[in-house]
């Protein structure tokens, strides 16, 4: 058992039966009274993210979080397959467990799963992935004074936007933080 003083940022606990992961913190010792911790958390399977306020030195359960890399092999209805580096095993993951990173993956990539007490809980993608473009309209010549922008439809059908000048086949580099276009690969 951890109690408040052990809070950090990313920690996962579990709160009333619920795993949460803790956004932000702030210890608060006002003049009159005892001293609390207002946090901010984030339930990991629903998303929701609610405001809980501990006394100090009250008990928490941390949880601990396993992180093992396994490489994408195929989606398959409403499951993703992902194979084990080193056993060769596979697992089905739901695509609900990883909707915001489902648009930057793709086949034969490396990502890290996520899991507590051998329960998925979701996966990790790379920070930065490089993939082609499929579809992309031409630029206009002529219109590069403003810096501006075109839509660009990447190979796993995710659309960003970029500069002008890039072409269809071309590769780029995009944060999967943001979901925002960085550069071109040569």
Same mark, same amino acid.
């Given at each position: 058992m951890a109690t408040t003083a052990d809070i950090r940022n990313g920690m996962l606990i579990d709160h009333k039966g619920h795993r949460? #992961?803790?956004?932000? !913190?702030l210890h608060v010792k006002?003049? #009159?009274g005892?001293? !609390?911790v207002r946090t901010k958390l984030k339930n990991i399977m629903s998303g929701k993210v609610i405001d809980v306020t501990f006394r100090a030195g009250e008990k928490i359960k941390p949880l601990r979080l396993d992180s093992k890399e396994m490489q994408y092999l195929y989606s398959e209805g409403d499951f993703s397959v992902f194979?084990?580096?080193?056993s060769f095993e596979q697992i089905n993951v739901a695509h609900s467990l990883m909707a915001d990173e489902l648009p930057?993956?793709?086949e034969g990539m490396s990502v890290g799963v996520d899991s507590i007490n051998d329960e998925i809980i979701g996966i990790r993608a790379p920070v930065f992935v490089e993939l082609a473009v499929k579809k992309s309209d031409p630029g206009m010549r002529g219109n590069t004074a403003t810096g501006a922008t075109k839509?660009?439809?990447l190979e796993t059908g995710h659309v960003v936007m970029v500069p002008l000048f890039v072409n269809e086949g071309d590769v780029l580099k995009v944060d999967?933080?943001?979901g925002d276009?960085?550069?071109r690969v040569k």
């Open positions: 949460m #992961k803790i956004i932000s !913190f006002p003049g #009159k005892g001293a !609390f194979m084990d580096i080193e930057y993956i793709k839509s660009a439809e999967t933080r943001t276009y960085v550069e």
